[in-house]
Structures are given as structure tokens and as C-alpha cells.
């Protein structure tokens, strides 16, 4: 008993749902779910070969669940999970709970662009690489290791979208490269009063 109550409870649960992967919109069976975690399973099988195999492992990828209304990112942990074909086990990153369907259109998903850029994290400017962006927010990579604590507010800056705005740390990871990826959602854009923040110099 206490083994199983150490162990996240995962219900088998059959539901469809939606991944966004390569740019791409897929379908997938969500064979079991968890408080951390689900087992999914894609749907088309043409495209399983070139889609779930080791490179997906650890990929960030964008997720919906309509029926249990729930969206938001994942991190792939292992990809033929419990024996099954085309399945991959995801780890919730950031999870929404109660999302209306009509309210979530596929322009949420986030869109692979990759834009350099500036922001400002522990009072010091740092060069990122955005990887993908959404209407809610963008994931974006530091060439260094950089320890960023979840919660705080920063400032950010697109020279080349001329595009500026104050951000939110939802969740940082640093890669096996010891490049820093971090998930930011959007408080205020094109905004040139932010406060308690050091302003980008003109």
C-alpha cells in the first residue's frame, strides 16, 4: 500500500485529444492520465515512424485535451511507453484547467519561429533565440546556463519584429548542452512603463 501511495495515482482513461509537434496539429488516444503525466498514443499511423522515435524525447510540445478541458505544455519523457506503438509518455509543464472548446482555436498552439532577441533576467541583459510563440506566450533558449526563478516578472524585446513586452517565468529547464530554456507568458506587450524593471537602453 504504501508503494502505491508513493506512486502518482494514473487512471486508464481512453479520451481523444490534440499535440502539436513539428509544427504540425496531430490527433493522439490518451491511454492513461495522472496528476504529473499522461500516456499518448497517435492516432495516425503514416505518420508515427517520422514522428514518435528517440528525437521527440524531451521536446516541449503544446497539448489538448477537450473532454477533460484541460491544455497546455508537456515535456516527452519517453516515446513506446508500456508497449504500446506509437505511444509517448508526456510530463505536464504547464497545465489550464476548465478550457472552453470554443475559446481554444488552433491559434493558441504555438508556432515554431526562431527570432533573436533580448530580455532582462537576474538585473543583467541576456541574447536568447526564441523557439516557438503563441498568442499567450513563447518559449525561448539562452546560449548559458542561467538559474531563473519561477515567478518573476521580466522584460523582453524583439529588434527585428519590433516587438517589446513584460513577461512571466512559468518554467525553466536547462538542456544537456547546458543551453537555458524557459517558457515565459505575456503580461503586457509594446509597453513602455514597466515597472520595476530595468528599461532595454534606446
Known amino acids: 500500500m504504501k508503494l502505491e501511495l508513493q506512486r502518482s495515482y494514473r487512471k486508464k482513461l481512453i479520451t481523444s485529444g490534440l499535440v502539436y509537434i513539428n509544427g504540425e496539429e ?30 521527440l524525447v524531451s521536446k516541449i510540445i503544446d497539448f489538448y485535451l477537450p473532454k477533460l478541458r484541460l491544455a497546455g505544455t508537456a515535456e516527452v519523457m519517453r516515446v513506446h511507453g508500456s ?10 509543464k504547464e497545465i489550464s484547467y476548465n478550457i472552453d472548446n470554443l475559446l481554444y482555436q488552433r491559434k493558441v498552439y504555438r508556432k ?14 541576456y541574447d536568447f533565440q526564441s523557439i516557438n510563440v503563441s498568442v499567450d506566450g513563447l518559449m525561448i533558449q539562452l546560449a548559458e546556463t542561467v538559474i ?9 524585446e524583439f529588434d527585428q519584429l519590433n ?15 547546458g543551453k537555458t530554456v524557459v517558457g515565459l507568458k505575456y503580461i503586457n506587450m509594446n509597453t513602455d512603463n514597466i515597472t520595476g524593471i530595468p528599461r532595454f537602453a534606446c
Open 26 to 55: 496531430q490527433e493522439v488516444s490518451v491511454i492513461n492520465l495522472s496528476m504529473t503525466g499522461a500516456l499518448v498514443q497517435l492516432n495516425c499511423t503514416a505518420m508515427a515512424e517520422s514522428l514518435v522515435n528517440e528525437a
Open 83 to 92: 508497449g504500446r506503438a506509437n505511444s509517448f509518455a508526456l510530463k505536464f
Open 112 to 125: 515554431n519561429m526562431s527570432v533573436d532577441g533580448k530580455i532582462v533576467l537576474n538585473n543583467k541583459y
Open 148 to 156: 531563473i526563478a519561477k515567478g518573476i516578472r521580466t522584460a523582453f
Open 163 to 177: 516587438l517589446k513586452g513584460e513577461a512571466q517565468v512559468v518554467w525553466m529547464d536547462i538542456d544537456s548542452g
